[in-house]
């Protein structure tokens, strides 16, 4: 009994990858380019760096321009805002704004972790706001909501 007990392990890991980091060390993430029929200028470099920022904090993963283990890119391909729902008098009274990424990914280490997908966000707003009133704060929280769905589908352990 005793032999049993000493030879059981239990070992916990707290991080939030599931990175061979002997294996994979370098991630090459490319400029995702604004490719919707609506833009709002400023998302685009607000999402190109929310996603560089989260891999640089969240992975050990050296950033490289060209030739990396792990490969993202991709483009914002829809940017919309559109009528939620409808009040009593016939009016609009929610408005919802929604973005929407294409990701190529593409692991060099293990091509059947590869993938191509669309990642979407949205949020909501009262339809008696003004849409610049609220933008920068809603596009924020999409952002923040695409870049972790891209993170826990590329490396995280999930």
Known sequence: MLLLIAGCSVSYKFTSTSIDYTTTKTI????????????????????????????????????????????LSGEIVEYSQFNKAVSADGFSNQTQLKMTVNVRFVNNKRHTDDFERRFTAS????????????????????????????FNATVANW
């Open 28 to 71: 090459e993430i490319a400029n995702f380019p604004l490719r919707s029929a609506y833009v709002w200028a400023p998302m685009h470099a607000m999402f190109n760096n929310e996603l560089t920022d989260t891999y640089a904090r969240q992975t050990k993963l050296q950033q490289v321009k060209r030739h990396g283990d792990l490969q």
């Open 123 to 150: 949020a909501e707003f009262d339809a008696s706001q003004q849409l610049n009133a609220v933008q920068e704060e809603l596009v924020t929280q999409m952002i923040k909501d695409i870049v972790d769905q891209i």
